[in-house]
T-cell receptor, first 113, second 114 residues
Framework: KAGVTQTPRYLIKTRGQQVTLSCSPI?????VSWYQQTPGQGLQFLFE???????NKGNFPGRFSGRQFSNSRSEMNVSTLELGDSALYLC????????????FGPGTRLLVL | GENVEQHPSTLSVQEGDSAVIKCTYS??????FPWYKQELGKRPQLIID?????GEKKDQRIAVTLNKTAKHFSLHITETQPEDSAVYFC?????????????FGTGTRLLVSP
């Protein structure tokens, strides 16, 4: 099976712009979680979607949002970008709700100038 | 909410030595504890995990122990090899969030010298 894929892999934006990142889970996996990784804050949970519904949310401002489609693919959106949003954004997929093992994608590296 | 502390932040060992990384968690409701290895520029990869109904789990050179009473768990790597060099993250989650919300430690950079 193909692993978790994320597009784009690299992105450069300027402050104030918005960005959309995409994640395709492993085939058959229905839960997708998003994480932000920075040198200062480490790996932090953003949100998680299962069956097109947000089930969990981390402590990020409302500028960070996401959604999941019927084919389990997920997108996250960051509006009004700030310099501090520069990070590696990772998504992870799980077979189903209450199944523990998460498999990570390669990430999207976002640089905000 | 859950808080996971991880020590040490860096660990240097000689090839063949053992390495131990320790984590503590704060929420007694946490009951799933995975360990991820992240090589430079690559995705985190699950190397081993343990559930709260088990005290120890081993997979070849890697083992994890869990002490629920003390709320800490540890990763043990024996006979380290240069390819074990990477950043290791511990994490915790719980069933009431569907195990999906992983709270990570701050990471340990392991360097194995030949």
């Amino acid at each position: 099976k193909a692993g978790v894929t994320q597009t784009p892999r690299y992105l450069i934006k300027t402050r104030g712009q918005q960005v959309t990142l995409s994640c395709s889970p492993i085939s058959g996996h229905r839960s997708v979680s998003w994480y932000q990784q920075t040198p200062g804050q480490g790996l932090q949970f953003l949100f998680e979607y299962f069956s097109e519904t947000q089930r969990n949310k981390g402590n990020f401002p409302g500028r960070f949002s996401g959604r999941q489609f019927s084919n389990s693919r997920s997108e996250m959106n960051v509006s009004t970008l700030e310099l501090g949003d520069s990070a590696l954004y990772l998504c992870a997929s799980t077979l189903r709700w209450q199944q523990e093992t998460q498999y990570f994608g390669p990430g999207t590296r976002l640089l905000v100038l | 909410g859950e808080n996971v502390e991880q020590h040490p932040s860096t660990l240097s060992v000689q090839e063949g030595d053992s390495a131990v990384i320790k984590c503590t968690y704060s929420d007694s409701a946490s009951n799933y504890f995975p360990w991820y290895k992240q090589e430079l520029g690559k995705r985190p990869q699950l190397i081993i995990d343990i559930r709260s109904n088990v005290g120890e789990k081993k997979d070849q050179r890697i083992a994890v122990t869990l002490n629920k009473t003390a709320k800490h768990f540890s990763l043990h790597i024996t006979e380290t090899q240069p390819e074990d060099s990477a950043v290791y993250f511990c994490a915790a989650s719980q069933k009431n969030t569907g195990f999906q919300k992983l709270v990570f430690g701050t990471g340990t950079r392991l360097l194995v010298s030949p």
